[in-house]
């Protein structure tokens, strides 16, 4: 099993320039957090733009989606607009928090003629890479975590750059942990 309750104090900066800490991320509902493999990659592009669509079945649960990428506070705020995305995104100068979630570095896994397929139909989208940032051999992640940062109902790991998990299998993990989740303490 995942732990996730070892970052609850890192902080890091959104695409805004403001300080976030995971614990209060989680503190009122479940969350996916989405490790991205770079913020200027078609495939994050999509991964971001696939939870467009469940955005109002992800809000209504009570939960959210929090896009993290290794780079500054202006590459993650360009990656929001490119992605169109309403989630928040946070950034991280180095690759802690990717070791920390055991997420993988692996060259063949982001150079492989398995991803050529996946990112020419990209393309053809119209979707397309635009500004190399952080690590280029790093690969990404998602992580389902109940409210309070308790559990992680639901993880993936990427094997190579075009793993990306759609937008309605982490919804669903997303609704789901929200059963299981204790409702948040008022005050």
Known sequence: MTRIDIMANERLLDDRHHLHEFQELWADGPVAFVFLRQFGS??????????????DEITAAGAKVVFIGLGTSIQGFTFRKR???RSL???????TLYRTMGLWRYRGGTI????????VG????GVYPYQRTGDRYQLGGAFVVT?????VTWDFRAHKASDIVPG??????????ALRSPAPVTT
């Open 42 to 55: 078609a495939f994050a592009v999509r991964q971001a733009q696939s939870f467009n669509e469940h955005y």
């Open 83 to 85: 992605s169109q995305t």
């Open 89 to 95: 995104v946070l950034t991280t100068h180095d690759r």
């Open 112 to 119: 492989a003629l398995s991803n050529l397929r996946t990112w």
């Open 122 to 125: 990209l393309m053809h989208e």
């Open 147 to 151: 409210t309070g940062g308790g559990e």
């Open 168 to 177: 309605r299998d982490i919804a669903r993990a997303l609704v789901a942990a």
